[in-house]
């Protein structure tokens, strides 16, 4: 039988503790905000699920996702409200809610907000322990400020100059 893993209040929202399984609600959960890279709830507190990532992520006008990445493992995305742009192998698409875009392992890609109405994605990605990325420089990830200027295949390389991940409550009207 599986057990039911703690829920436990912090300072910005609910976070999961320890093994199995448990409900927990975005509004509720803690959520992560930086000035670059918008909010997103992870769903996760300290315990990493081992197989699947999932977060939710809101984007405001001009905010990417991450920086413009590759990497060995799949991800799937669902724009859940707003507009945004997908820059995906060099090409840019305007996506809009109910869009959803498949990335086989290695597809290059980034989101970035582009209304007054923040964009809302529900992400989700296969993981393994060994997972490569690789962050090559793309003139339309730069030209978006969700590009590399030195290819990397290491996140502290793509990510040194970003702000600090601030743990947020929730924004009412985010969802």
Sequence with gaps: MVTEANIE????????????????????????????????????????????????????RGQPNCMYHGEDEQEDFLVLSGECLLLVEGQERRLRAWDFVHCPPWTEHVFVGVTEEPCTILMLGTRTPQAGVRYPVNELALRHGAGVEVATTSAEGAYGRISQIREVRYRDGDL
């Design 9 to 60: 209040r912090q300072a910005h929202g609910l976070v999961p503790s320890g093994e199995g399984w448990y409900v927990l609600n975005a509004q509720d959960a803690t959520w992560y905000e930086n000035d670059e890279f918008g909010r997103a709830c992870t769903f996760e507190g300290s315990t990493r699920f081992p197989s699947l990532g999932v977060n939710i992520q809101i984007l405001n």
